[in-house]
Antibody
């Protein structure tokens, strides 16, 4: 059964780099049948797509965050990761990782999610 | 940047009644539109993709329609477990964007 689990520091200081890892069990991140992505939700606000990675290393980012975001994949650990630089209080959010399925009919977006992890940006 | 606008912001509905939620795109999306349900403390749940295809395990009371710039999620007969926030997602050309959400609350 597919499971995704986010991990990383729950508290990050302003101007520092937020680093999160999503550990996948039940599916290989090396599969050519999936994309892997990050989404966040600030307190009291809506969902925001951060970015997505494919096993080839191709990445796609939200233009509003692009210059600060790095997404990478580690097939040896069956994980993928998010780095967000120069964080501010506005980056305080619950961060989710999720899978997108690639089918012959097109993609099934964000069909499996982790439970999310709260990251607070504060000194 | 594609802007997704959901309406209404809040929908008050009695159990057993029909709920109709709207999502409007700033430009045509073809059918690359999905709907998600979000409950406190739970991960978002995919309901509909391709504008009208129910995801695996989603009850038939959830249906999606529309194309281009206007999309609708209909819940035919609201159950107690359906009271939640619903988000649409545009997923075209890797410029993905969520709407701001519609809260469905008990009337």
């Amino acid at each position: 059964q597919l499971q995704l689990q986010e991990s990383g520091p729950g508290l990050v200081k302003p101007s520092e780099t937020l680093s999160l890892t999503c550990t996948v069990s039940g599916d290989p991140v090396s599969s050519t049948s999936y994309y892997w992505g990050w989404i966040r939700q600030p307190p009291g606000k809506g969902l925001e797509w951060i970015g997505t990675i494919y096993v080839s290393g191709s990445t796609y980012h939200n233009p509003s965050l692009k210059s600060r975001v790095t997404i990478s994949v580690d097939t040896s650990k069956n994980q993928f990761s998010l780095k967000l630089t120069s964080v501010t209080a506005a980056d305080t959010a619950v961060y989710f990782c999720a899978r997108t399925d690639i089918t012959i009919f097109g993609v099934v977006p964000l069909d499996f999610w982790g439970q999310g992890t709260l990251v607070t940006v504060s000194s | 940047e594609i802007v997704m606008t959901q309406s209404p912001a809040t929908l008050s509905v009695s159990p057993g009644e029909r709920a109709t939620l709207s999502c409007r795109a700033g430009q045509s999306l073809s059918s690359n539109l999905a709907w998600y349900q979000r409950k406190p403390g739970q991960a978002p749940r995919l309901l509909i993709y391709g504008a009208s295809t129910r995801a695996t395990g989603i009850p038939a009371r959830f249906s999606g329609s529309g194309s281009g710039t206007e999309f609708t999620l209909t819940i035919s007969s609201l159950q107690s477990e359906d009271f939640a926030v619903y988000y649409c997602l545009h997923y075209n050309d890797w410029l993905w964007a969520f709407g701001q959400g519609t809260r469905v609350e008990i009337k």
